[in-house]
């Protein structure tokens, strides 16, 4: 079955520790993002890749990276200089920018 | 998994009443729409879309209208129930930009 996938579903990072969040796609979707989403606040765009070795700053990218060496692959790196990154990530593709995005089903960061 | 609704607009409905949902967009230039259904712990998944070129579109129990006179968008379900529980936020998308997603609303049905 074709979908998207996040892992792992919980994570738990310890204050100064950069952690390494993973979304592998095999629906053969060239643009891929990264949400992030606190309660009550709705989801917020951090980073996107429209092609491989190419990605853009979404609205709240400070304190994060991303790479796309890979078509399937978009892994978000939250680093320690994010001040509050505990929050549920989502990760989601679509075939380009103008259509719907296909969701994975998110990791919840938690800090320690 | 821990609640995503905390702080957002509800609604409360008993199970087999038809609900309907609302949400105002921002850019008036928006040209496709969609909405979403979330429920707790997991991600986002696709209901329905509609282009602006449309005033409605028809699902299995659901409709979405869109007025692009005053900015706004309806999710309607018919006959809700129990399993429909859960937020749902719309989207708006002009041409090639990305997908901007409203604050959702929490649908909470009982039995």
């Known amino acids: 079955d074709g979908g998207i996938t996040q892992s792992p579903k919980y994570l738990f990072r310890k204050e100064g520790q950069n952690v390494t969040l993973s979304c592998e796609q095999n629906?053969?979707?060239?643009?891929m993002y990264w949400y992030r989403q606190d309660p009550g606040q709705g989801l917020r765009l951090i980073y996107y890749s429209q092609i491989v070795n190419d990605f853009q700053k979404g609205d709240i990218a400070e304190g994060y990276s991303v790479s796309r060496e890979k078509k399937e692959s978009f892994p978000l790196t939250v680093t320690s200089a994010q001040k509050n990154p505990t929050a549920f990530y989502l990760c989601a593709s679509s075939t380009d920018r103008g259509q719907g995005y296909t969701f994975g089903s998110g990791t919840r960061l938690t800090v320690v | 998994g821990e609640s995503v609704g905390l702080h957002l607009p509800t609604l409360s409905v008993q199970e087999g009443d038809n609900s309907i949902i609302n949400c105002a967009y921002s850019n008036s230039a928006s040209d496709y729409f969609i909405w979403y259904k979330q429920e707790s712990g997991k991600g986002p998944q696709f209901i329905i879309d509609?282009?602006?070129?449309?005033d409605k579109r028809q699902g299995q129990r659901v409709t979405v209208l869109l007025n692009k006179t005053v900015k706004h968008l309806s999710l309607q379900i018919a006959a809700t129930q129990p399993g429909d529980s859960a937020v749902y936020f719309c989207?708006?998308?002009?041409?090639?930009?990305?997908?901007?997603f409203g604050k959702g609303t929490m649908l909470l049905v009982s039995p």
């Open positions: 629906l053969n979707h060239d643009a």
């Open positions: 509609i282009r602006s070129n449309m």
């Open positions: 989207a708006e998308n002009r041409g090639y930009s990305t997908l901007t």
